[in-house]
Nanobody, 121 residues
Framework: QVQLTESGGGSVQTGESLRLSCAAS????????AGWYRQPPGKEREYVAF???????NYTTSVEGRFTISRDYAKNTVFLQMNSLEPEDTAVYYC???????????????WGKGTQVTVSS
């Protein structure tokens, strides 16, 4: 069973940076695609960023130019570099990885448990 471990959340001031990590456990054959989502207080979960196996990236408009999604193939880890953070970025951040556990296993979605990001003004 693949497990995801998120880290890097915390409390920062407006304008500061954080780097979130999402590591897939051993036994992950390939991460085919990955995304980050967030759930602000009292709101629904929303899309933040996405990266494909060919490193094509996409971002929601509100984070374009401030956030960067990337991946380390060797370590089966996906990152979200968040710069120029704003109070509106306060949320629980979740990673979502589309993983093939083995070469013969159909890929499926896996979710992290979430990491809290709090930005104060």
């Amino acid at each position: 069973q693949v497990q995801l471990t998120e880290s890097g959340g915390g409390s920062v001031q407006t304008g500061e940076s954080l780097r979130l990590s999402c590591a897939a456990s051993r036994g992950t054959h390939a991460i085919l695609a990955a995304g980050w989502y967030r759930q602000p207080p009292g709101k629904e979960r929303e899309y933040v960023a996405f990266i494909t196996s060919r490193d094509t990236r996409n971002y929601t408009t509100s984070v374009e130019g401030r956030f960067t999604i990337s991946r380390d193939y060797a370590k089966n880890t996906v990152f979200l570099q968040m710069n120029s953070l704003e109070p509106e970025d306060t949320a629980v951040y979740y990673c979502n990885l589309y993983i093939a556990a083995t070469p013969s296993t159909p890929p499926r979605d896996y979710w992290g448990k979430g990491t809290q990001v709090t930005v104060s003004s």
